[in-house]
């Protein structure tokens, strides 16, 4: 996942950009939304803002007995930083994540460091017992705290490191006024598993979509904006979405499930328990087994700007109150990136 480079100071501290109180509430919102800790480290290992620790694991757990911060001499090391997400994990098993924080032409001002978590396969006690007791580890304290860790699959936490990556540098270049250059340019090609027709927040859709995709299980999906000009809603990203359906689909409001959701403001859970006469007139593919469909917010604005629908075509896959919840809070972040304007 590593791919380190030798690394060019950027001449300009992260907290130089933006106000660390503001950082340090954006960073704890990306925690609770992740159910993972969160820290900002900077030159040096420097912790930039106190960590954020979710309310599932104690912050004394983990540094005690994971003994967290063991892990950044090898996921950051000084002398060849890595220029995209990297991570490790540790004898404990426990595994540790690093997200670049860019600023103005690519710069990086500092990382994400996420973690611990379980990445793949949850290890059997028994085998991590016999390991623990190889290394002379205490595994009867140990595997409580192991067990308590958040398990990912390799592509959901690359989606999840993606997120913060193009997050994290939307705020901090927000914080500067530059200008985004890296990213005001749209996959319209597929190359990255989204179909897409331009537009400028196109990386912040498509890490949006990723991350809604990874923590709810879906099959597929698509974010879709309003296009002020016409009062339609235009595919901007999607998976599982033949190029050029994305490109040529219009859904003006109160037309289709999206412009039920764009008109009335609300998540609605679409499956064959749905008895909402509107929705069920439009539930025209049969293949889907179920929707989540969700508005799109800026901040401190109640009118939608646009749709994310999830979709499964896996028989007896269906969406609950907890995805809601998860999806409520992608959004709200997905908001913050979106406005520019280091709003919460």
């Not at 498509?206 to 000009?229: F, I, N, R």
């Not at 609605?268 to 008895?275: C, G, I, K, W």
Request: with cysteine; glycine share 10%.
């Amino acid at each position: 996942m590593t791919t380190p480079a030798p690394q060019t100071p950027s001449g300009m501290a992260l907290l130089d950009a933006i106000d660390p109180l503001h950082w340090q509430r954006f960073q704890d919102h990306l925690a609770r939304v992740l159910g993972l800790p969160l820290r900002t480290i900077g030159p040096g290992h420097r912790l930039l803002v106190k960590a954020s620790w979710p309310a599932s694991l104690l912050n004394d757990q983990v540094i005690t007995l994971l003994r967290a911060g063991e892990e950044l001499e090898a996921l950051l090391p000084e002398d060849a930083l890595p220029q995209t997400c990297a991570s490790v994990t540790m004898p404990t098993g426990a595994s540790y994540a690093a997200a670049p924080i860019r600023g103005a032409a690519g710069s990086i001002l500092a990382h994400f460091v996420v973690g611990p978590f379980v990445v793949g396969v949850r290890e059997d006690e028994l085998s991590f017992r016999q390991r623990m007791q190889s290394l002379r580890l205490d595994a009867a304290v140990l595997w409580p705290v192991v067990l308590s860790l958040k398990l990912f699959s390799f592509a959901g936490i690359r989606a999840v490191l993606d997120f913060l990556e193009e997050l994290g540098g939307l705020v901090a270049r927000a914080g500067t006024g530059a200008e985004d250059a890296a990213g005001h340019t749209a996959n319209t090609s597929g190359a990255d598993g989204h179909a897409a027709v331009a537009h400028p927040d196109a990386p912040v859709l498509h890490a949006l979509l990723d991350a809604a995709v990874a923590t709810t299980g879906a099959d597929g999906g698509s974010v879709m904006m309003m296009e002020a000009a016409e009062d339609v809603l235009r595919v901007r990203s999607s998976i599982g979405l033949a190029p050029e359906v994305a490109a040529t689909s219009r859904v003006a409001r109160g037309q289709g499930l999206a412009g039920v959701v764009m008109d009335e403001g609300q998540i609605r859970v679409v499956d064959e328990a749905t008895q909402d006469d509107r929705l069920r007139g439009r539930m025209q593919r049969r293949e889907v087994v179920a929707s989540i469909l969700a508005p799109i917010r800026l901040p401190d604005d109640e009118r939608p700007v646009g749709v994310l629908n999830l979709r499964t075509v896996t028989p007896g896959k269906r969406f609950d109150q907890a995805h809601v919840d998860v999806i409520r809070r992608l959004l709200r972040l997905a908001g913050f990136g979106l406005s520019r304007d280091g709003s919460t």
